[in-house]
């Protein structure tokens, strides 16, 4: 945002992009806060409609302002000092529109906020404005959740430990994971987080995560009536424990043609909602020219939202699960829920997700679970729940294609180590690779 505001002086506008309750609103605000000597925020969810009117006619802009501050409670207005915030823009598209001319005018910066769920079903009758810079937000990363827990120490031990490949020894990994573990059943939703650190009460932290999962399902049915978004959203979990190469739509809605079934798993990726990995079937750089896009694994955006999605079923005081998750000490195979919490990891590190699956002589299957292109070189990943070290996926992965692949990876949750050329690397250095 900073790096906006310097560059663009007032010729673009910012739209920052993501999920319902991941502190959009907070950071734009925090923001104007600090870099401006004033500031107004117009919430198109909660506003009057007086303050709606006037993007009714945007003709006049001297008179659109002096409306505005009175509107917005006397604010004064400072020329190239002072910020617009538009919150929840898709609520009204004709300000989106606006910004336009608002931009062109070059008087003030403007900042938007708003989830692309919304958005493109607003934009139908709108000129969408070039003037916009867009910026991805994310779950807070585990970085940022220790930041919030107070400790600003932990994650440069990691960082240090990654850089210099220097293992940290067994008893500091030990509670290095179990603080990670808390991060994976918290997860990075600012609301769930917040919830944690006033009350250091899991069984509080589901509720506040219970009520976000069904805000985002009925998200789905606004857009979607036919619920099918809705069933793919929740029906996540169950796909990935069943180990499948690819996600079954046809497992859980009956007669979805593909057009439907892409434009919604399309719109899910867009709003934020869902990470998607895509099949590649010949793996070299530019995993886009091979990518099968209808092949493909969905995982949640936020593992704290998987881990109580999936098991839904379990009222939280019924049940030991969070317990039990945070010793490891639970007895179900945790690999999809490691798998989801590298992909998030991955994406909010700026990576796109690819993974890929091949055949021997044999027809044994095997699956390389993420790929990241690196210069001309690919970084082939693996993860595993445990402390188990084996990889053979990984290994026929690097020799079928040796001459592609650079550094390797086996996530899993022991002290980095060296196995050959393979890097066994803790799962909380994830978003370091």
């Given amino acids: 945002m900073l790096q906006w505001k310097k560059e663009a002086e007032g010729r673009t506008a910012l739209l920052i992009e993501g999920a319902r309750r991941i502190g959009k609103s907070t950071v734009a605000q925090e923001f104007a806060k600090n870099e ?13 409609a007086d303050i709606k009117n006037l993007f009714n006619d945007m003709t006049n802009l001297d008179m659109f302002f002096m409306k505005l501050k009175v509107l917005s409670g006397g604010v004064t207005l400072h020329k190239r000092k ?17 910004i336009k001319y608002l931009v062109a005018d070059g008087r003030y910066d403007y900042i938007e906020t708003g989830s692309l769920i919304s958005i493109r079903q ?56 179990r603080d990670f573990r808390l991060y994976m059943l918290v997860g990075g939703m600012p609301q769930a987080v917040k919830e944690y650190i006033e009350t250091n009460d899991l069984c509080k932290v589901d509720k506040v ?56 798993i399309s719109m899910m990726k867009e709003s934020k909602t869902i990470n998607v990995a895509h099949n590649v079937s010949d793996p070299k750089v530019g995993f886009g020219m091979t990518a099968n896009y209808e092949s493909y694994k969905i ?26 998750l945070l010793s490891d000490k639970l007895d179900a195979n945790m690999g999809y829920v490691y798998e989801n919490v590298v992909a998030q990891m991955l994406v909010a590190s700026g990576s796109k997700l690819f993974y890929h699956t091949f055949y021997d002589n ?23 729940s445990s402390g188990y070290n084996k990889h053979k996926s990984l290994d026929m992965f690097c020799e079928k294609y040796s001459e592609r692949v650079a550094d390797r990876y086996l996530i899993y949750t022991k002290d980095m180590r060296k196995d050959g050329l393979t890097n066994l690397l803790p799962v909380y250095m994830t978003g370091l690779i």
Wanted: aromatic residues 14%; without cysteine; hydrophobic residues 40%.
């Fill in 36 to 48: 401006y000597e004033s500031y107004i925020i117009i919430d198109f969810a909660n506003t009057t």
């Fill in 209 to 264: 995560k219970r009520g976000i999962i069904n805000l985002y399902a009925n998200d789905f049915h606004k857009i979607d009536s036919s619920d099918y978004a809705k069933s793919i959203y929740l029906s996540v979990p169950a796909q990935l424990y069943n180990n499948s190469t690819r996600f079954l739509s046809s497992n859980i809605v009956e007669n979805l043609k593909f057009k439907k079934k892409v434009e919604l």
């Fill in 122 to 177: 607003n934009i139908n009758n709108i000129v969408i404005p070039s003037e916009e810079e867009t910026l991805e937000m994310y779950p807070m990363d585990y970085e940022e959740f220790r930041w919030a827990l107070g400790d600003v120490e932990t994650f440069e031990l990691i960082r240090q430990s990654f850089v210099d490949r220097m293992s940290l020894g067994d008893d500091i990994n030990r509670k290095l994971m």
């Fill in 299 to 324: 995982y949640l955006s936020d593992t704290g939202l998987f881990v109580t999605l999936a098991f839904w079923d379990k009222d939280f005081s019924e049940n030991e699960i969070y317990a039990k």
């Fill in 362 to 384: 044999s027809r044994h299957a095997y699956e390389v679970d993420f790929m990241l292109s690196r210069g001309s070189k690919i970084l082939p990943i693996e993860v595993k």
């Fill in 82 to 98: 002072s910020a617009i915030i538009f919150d929840e823009v898709q609520m009204l598209p004709l300000a989106r529109q606006a």
